[in-house]
């Protein structure tokens, strides 16, 4: 008998499938799972329904970052003070947490057997299902929200992005349309990073766009929330329950270019 406290994977699954999860689908999710309610397994309950909806040939994927707080500790120059590097641990993508802003499913999902993870420490992704190792192979160091990276072969793959109770501001996906956008004065950042080798840490450079902030002064600091919500204002994309989380679901070609249309109009 069914404990009314309780959303089961089975209720989950079916809510999933009334937004347009469908099998076959490649997924990427953001999830406030404390928003989806008391869920009988909790996010590994939340990652079988999103199986279920996708079925076999289907493919979820979720971003990882990292925990960078050394980065506090780094010069002008993005280089971690002396004193500081030999404590700092280094990025090995088989061990290295994601970062806990992020929520705790990408963590659960990426200690899911079977699952990968991509090679960028800040941009890092995990996927399993059917793409993952299309979807994590051969990161870019440089620039790992752009061309070539697991953002640019989402939208490739025509895949979706679901917000499952998540902000609509941690929609990763549009800092890729920050790297598309013809925006200037773009700001750059460069740090050294270590990583994890066989024979030790190795420290490299990377640089990327800062998409910390709004990589341009001329756009807002709630940008990316205020794309999300005008390009629902449409018609666009999905919006309904999943659980007791207002969830929404997008396609990931359609946003964004939507979304760099939105950047150069009001930044550029």
Request: net charge negative.
């Given at each position: 008998?069914?404990?009314?406290a309780?959303?089961?994977?089975?209720?989950?699954?079916?809510d999933l499938?009334?937004l347009?999860?469908a099998?076959?689908?490649?997924?990427?999710?953001?999830?406030?799972?404390?928003?989806?309610?008391?869920?009988?397994?909790?996010?590994d309950a939340?990652?079988?329904?999103?199986?279920?909806?996708?079925?076999?040939a289907?493919?979820?994927?979720?971003?990882?970052?990292?925990?960078?707080?050394?980065?506090?500790?780094?010069?002008?120059?993005?280089?971690?003070?002396?004193?500081?590097?030999?404590?700092?641990?280094p990025?090995?993508p088989?061990?290295?947490?994601?970062?806990?802003?992020?929520g705790?499913?990408?963590?659960?999902?990426?200690t899911?057997?079977?699952?990968?993870?991509?090679?960028?420490p800040?941009a890092?992704?995990?996927?399993?299902?059917?793409k993952?190792?299309?979807?994590?192979?051969?990161?870019?160091?440089?620039?790992?929200?752009?061309?070539?990276?697991?953002?640019?072969?989402?939208?490739?793959?025509?895949?979706?992005?679901l917000?499952?109770?998540?902000?609509?501001?941690?929609?990763?996906?549009?800092?890729?349309?920050?790297?598309?956008?013809?925006?200037?004065?773009?700001?750059?950042?460069r740090?050294?990073?270590?990583?994890?080798?066989?024979?030790?840490?190795?420290?490299?450079?990377?640089?990327?766009?800062?998409?910390?902030?709004?990589?341009?002064?001329?756009?807002?600091?709630?940008?990316i929330?205020?794309?999300?919500?005008?390009?629902?204002?449409t018609?666009?994309?999905?919006?309904?329950?999943?659980?007791?989380?207002?969830?929404?679901?997008?396609?990931?070609?359609?946003?964004l270019?939507?979304?760099?249309?939105w950047?150069?109009?009001?930044?550029?």
């Amino acid at each position: 008998m069914q404990h009314p406290a309780f959303i089961t994977t089975a209720q989950l699954t079916a809510d999933l499938a009334r937004l347009g999860v469908a099998p076959g689908d490649l997924v990427m999710v953001h999830a406030a799972c404390n928003r989806v309610g008391p869920v009988l397994g909790g996010p590994d309950a939340i990652i079988a329904a999103l199986r279920e909806a996708m079925g076999a040939a289907g493919t979820l994927m979720a971003y990882l970052d990292w925990e960078a707080d050394w980065e506090n500790l780094v010069d002008a120059q993005g280089r971690t003070l002396p004193e500081w590097r030999p404590h700092v641990l280094p990025f090995d993508p088989a061990r290295t947490r994601a970062a806990r802003q992020n929520g705790v499913l990408p963590e659960f999902l990426r200690t899911t057997p079977g699952a990968l993870r991509s090679g960028n420490p800040g941009a890092s992704v995990t996927a399993l299902g059917a793409k993952a190792e299309w979807l994590t192979a051969d990161h870019p160091l440089d620039y790992g929200y752009g061309p070539g990276t697991p953002l640019a072969r989402l939208v490739e793959a025509r895949g979706k992005v679901l917000m499952l109770g998540a902000p609509r501001d941690t929609m990763t996906l549009l800092h890729h349309a920050e790297h598309l956008a013809m925006l200037p004065d773009k700001r750059i950042i460069r740090v050294e990073v270590p990583f994890a080798t066989p024979t030790g840490t190795a420290w490299r450079w990377i640089e990327e766009f800062d998409t910390s902030h709004p990589c341009v002064a001329g756009l807002p600091e709630d940008f990316i929330d205020r794309i999300v919500t005008d390009y629902l204002a449409t018609g666009a994309g999905r919006q309904g329950r999943v659980g007791l989380a207002q969830s929404v679901l997008v396609e990931a070609a359609d946003i964004l270019p939507f979304a760099v249309a939105w950047m150069e109009r009001v930044a550029g």
